[in-house]
């Protein structure tokens, strides 16, 4: 691999990707840090020194998914999130608006037009987005509301002299989604320039910048010994989610022999590629974002006066820890996995296709056979692969019950920051193989 890694190095055109996506990864980080207009960076520390991240539900998920930058309400704090959102979005109104699912049959022109959508679908929900963790900085509910906002060590928006608090707040939301726009195109930049898919390496990014940080306060907390026993079962996972992606179920195609004019076309053998894990980790985001429903429904009423059914809630749907709360989380990922394949992947189309094109499956006759083989296949290897992401995405809640430590509750060695990083992992080094391949270098493997 190391080989692999000086021969891209030596060869030019790859060697200006490599280090173009480098810089761009730097100015990415660099935006991370860098402070808003209007916010304490100071009294934004000592928050977090006070909390120690003891935040819930999917501010953990868009925290670690901004590496750090969204509690401390840098220029990047909203990161790649609003983008995501919106993709997720839109890809589920094709299914739904007739014209986006004309657009997406159009081929490159209609896949544009959808791209100009989802930028400007993006910027809408940084404004929503950068808002809301405005306004909850400003109440100090982004910490759990300890950090007493009335205290001028811990204003995290402090007053300034001559200058309406109502354009301070104007300027802060403004800035943010201003960030969300630069990191949007920062990705595109990677994809178009650079290696990967810039999104996806700008996730990578964020999430390993925490590594280091989570890794050394297990260490220091639970000591020598649990940490390794903590590096070791990440090895473990990590080689179980590079296994269970890299998984596959190909469906053979035999393609008939046509005379178009005085050629001959088909006549060739490939075949559909149906992966295990076929939804991605989005059901595991939408599982997470239905979970935080009922958090932030508690934090509307005063924490040492509920209701009955209020602490029942506390207890059994806000507690990470609790067997109800990861019973229903791994619940819900295997149905939202069912859901989002049922959405994304559409047998009859893809029967239909096969059949215009001459193409049909060995011992199946096209048309609607076809399509119920495929969905009857794909029914089946749904199964594992729903249960696999429930699994993975458990695992942090078994972390930190076994480290008996609250404050882990955005590890980042299981669940969906493994998930991400392993795939995104794979994805860029299939594609920096396929360029040596091209350029007759023997590759990462021998």
């Known amino acids: 691999m190391l080989s692999a890694f000086s021969s891209a190095l030596r060869t030019p055109d790859l060697r200006k990707k490599l280090l173009f996506t480098v810089a761009i990864v730097a100015i990415y980080r660099l935006g991370a840090t860098l402070p808003s207009p209007g916010v304490s960076y100071a009294n934004v520390q000592a928050c977090l020194k006070l909390t120690e991240s003891d935040t819930n539900g999917v501010l953990n998920l868009l925290n670690l998914f901004s590496g750090g930058a969204l509690l401390q309400l840098s220029v990047f704090a909203l990161g790649i999130m609003p983008y995501i959102t919106a993709s997720i979005i839109l890809q589920l109104l094709t299914v739904v608006i007739p014209r986006l699912e004309q657009l997406r049959k159009e081929g490159q022109s209609g896949q544009a037009k959808i791209t100009q959508y989802t930028r400007y679908l993006t910027l809408g929900l940084a ?7 405005v306004a909850l900085a400003r109440t100090g509910q982004l910490f759990n509301n300890m950090c007493d906002q009335d205290d001028p060590t811990y204003q995290i928006i402090p007053e300034s002299t001559g200058i309406p608090m109502w354009l301070t707040l104007t300027i802060l939301v403004m800035t943010m989604t201003a960030g969300t726009g630069v990191v949007m195109w920062l990705g595109e930049l990677i994809t178009d320039r650079g290696v990967g898919n810039g999104m996806s390496v700008l996730i990578f990014t964020s999430i390993a910048a925490r590594l280091p940080g989570e890794g050394w306060s297990i260490k220091e907390s639970s000591g020598t010994g649990k940490f390794f026993l903590v590096i070791g079962l990440v090895l ?24 178009i004019g005085r050629r001959m076309y088909g006549g060739t053998s490939t075949y559909i590629p149906l992966k295990v894990n076929q939804a991605g980790v989005v059901p595991v985001i939408f599982a997470s974002s239905l979970l935080y429903l009922p958090q932030l429904y508690l934090q509307f009423f005063d924490q040492n006066n509920l209701k009955d059914y209020q602490i029942w809630i506390q207890r059994y749907l806000a507690d990470a820890t609790s067997p109800f709360y990861i019973g229903v989380y791994f619940l819900l990922i295997i149905f939202f996995t069912y859901f989002y394949v049922s959405i994304t992947f559409n047998p009859t189309e893809v029967a239909e296709n096969m059949k215009k094109y001459g193409g049909f499956v060995p011992g199946i006759r096209p048309g609607k056979p076809t399509a119920d083989y495929l969905d009857f296949i794909l029914s089946r290897i749904t199964l594992p692969g729903a249960l696999y992401l429930g699994l993975i995405s458990v695992l942090p809640n078994f972390f930190f019950i076994w480290l008996n430590q609250q404050q882990y509750q955005n590890f980042p060695f299981g669940g969906t920051a493994v998930l991400i990083m392993v795939g995104v992992g794979l994805e860029t080094v299939k594609q920096i193989e396929s360029q040596l391949m091209q350029r007759n270098y023997e590759g990462f493997l021998r």
């Open 127 to 133: 404004v929503l987005q950068a808002s809301a963790f």
């Open 236 to 259: 473990v996972i990590i080689a179980l989610v590079v296994f269970i992606e890299q998984a596959q179920r190909r469906i053979p195609v035999q393609y008939a022999k046509r005379m």
